[in-house]
T-cell receptor, first 117, second 114 residues
Framework: GAGVSQSPRYKVTKRGQDVALRCDPI?????LYWYRQALGQGPEFLTY????????KSGLPNDRFSAERPEGSISTLTIQRTEQRDSAMYRC???????????????FGAGSRLTVL | AQSVTQLGSHVSVSEGALVLLRCNYS??????LFWYVQYPNQGLQLLLK??????LVKGINGFEAEFKKSETSFHLTKPSAHMSDAAEYFC????????????FGTGTLLAVQP
């Protein structure tokens, strides 16, 4: 597609429920990133995919968080047994990766705002 | 740990006045440097980036930033603020490598007064 598409835009859930957030990157973009942004903070790195391979998951806060990108395109971030502290904006970004300058320009989606009651 | 510091979580300027948003990074190795802007209910949009070469970088909407290695800074400026510049601005760095992820500052909310 023309841009990075995320769904749902807004999700309200009760504590203890599982949620799945979807990201559809720009067509042809090899790299895909998930970030979390709490209110009043900058985006915080969660995980990174190169094609379908999850190459860095160092930012996932605990084992309730997982992500996949099975065919190297659409990705899903899953949060199990949600807690109130999981409430945040979850942002997905994609990039071509192989920039001639080495600088990685990420294109971000509008985000999925998660509220856990 | 590598980090990015943005001084001033809120900055208010009058329309037509100079905009100066500060960004400092902490590392001995100069990173790639970025400024992103976030308008309400929208995704982060790239304003400008520094990779190599000329240290004064021009971006969209009349913004520019200067990389100063001696000061480990990458401050964002615009000579004359417009009402439409009201948004949140994020400075970010990356160091390449296998992940090449962006590390963001905490952001500066810019208000433009008429």
């Amino acid at each position: 597609g023309a841009g990075v598409s995320q769904s749902p835009r807004y999700k309200v859930t009760k504590r203890g429920q599982d949620v799945a957030l979807r990201c559809d990157p720009i067509s042809g973009h090899v790299s895909l990133y998930w970030y979390r942004q709490a209110l009043g903070q900058g985006p915080e790195f969660l995980t990174y995919f190169n094609y379908e391979a999850q190459q860095d998951k160092s930012g996932l806060p605990n084992d309730r968080f997982s992500a996949e990108r099975p065919e190297g395109s659409i990705s899903t971030l899953t949060i199990q047994r949600t807690e109130q502290r999981d409430s945040a904006m979850y942002r997905c970004a994609s990039s071509l990766r192989d920039s001639p300058t080495g600088a990685n320009v990420l294109t971000f989606g509008a985000g999925s705002r998660l509220t856990v009651l | 740990a590598q980090s990015v510091t943005q001084l001033g979580s809120h900055v208010s300027v009058s329309e037509g006045a100079l905009v100066l948003l500060r960004c400092n990074y902490s590392s001995s190795v100069p990173p790639y440097l970025f400024w992103y802007v976030q308008y309400p209910n929208q995704g982060l949009q790239l304003l400008l980036k520094y990779t190599t070469g000329a240290t004064l970088v021009k971006g969209i909407n009349g913004f520019e930033a200067e990389f100063k290695k001696s000061e480990t800074s990458f401050h964002l400026t615009k000579p004359s603020a417009h009402m439409s510049d009201a948004a949140e601005y994020f400075c970010a760095v990356s160091y390449g490598g296998a992940t090449n992820k962006l590390i963001f500052g905490t952001g500066t909310l810019l208000a433009v007064q008429p």
